[in-house]
């Protein structure tokens, strides 16, 4: 297989990987759930009560969330906090979407662990495209915990053989 060929497998796999979509407006809910199935995303996954948000990510382990700032009672704000407190070493990026501009929010929601940011109403390609390079580096970052699980799998083992390989010395030599 040549570095093209891999290279669009692994890119073949990003819609499979699965979206949530929080917001409160079952409009924009409607919006971008069409734009992803017409992009070919089949496991997107849709709330539009905010205070569910957490409960979902814990049951459906979404590889990227598209997430509203300004809900009723539970904000995005508090969303992405409550998200980057409940995760450990597991990279999961956070899409905000909002009609807020200003510049306070935007540093709000990146400090609150936003991992990108885009304003409503929004442009589609534009959209599809911040997706696809996040669930890109989400894949990565999954490639590598495997891995380094896999390395630190083979060192452990790798050290228990040569214990046993030391210990069976030291019996032969005394």
Request: with cysteine; proline share 4%.
């Amino acid at each position: 297989m040549n570095p093209n060929q891999f290279a669009a497998s692994e890119f073949a796999q990003l819609p499979k990987m699965k979206l949530l979509v929080v917001d409160d407006e079952p409009v924009n809910v409607a919006l971008l759930e069409d734009m992803l199935a017409e992009s070919g995303y089949s496991r997107v996954k849709s709330l539009t009560d905010s205070r569910q948000a957490i409960q979902v990510c814990t049951e459906f382990a979404p590889d990227l969330i598209l997430l509203d700032l300004m809900m009723p009672n539970v904000d995005g704000f508090a969303v992405l906090e409550a998200l980057r407190a409940r995760q450990h070493d597991d990279f999961v990026p956070v899409i905000v979407l909002t009609a807020d501009a200003t510049e306070e929010t935007k540093r709000r929601a990146l400090r609150a662990g936003a991992t990108d940011f885009l304003l409503k109403p929004f442009d589609q390609l534009e959209v599809l495209l911040r997706i696809g390079n996040l669930l890109e580096m989400r894949r990565l970052h999954r490639q590598v915990d495997n891995q380094r699980a896999a390395y630190e799998d083979a060192v452990r083992t790798r050290t228990e053989e040569l214990r046993s390989a030391q210990e069976q010395l030291a019996r032969s030599a005394a």
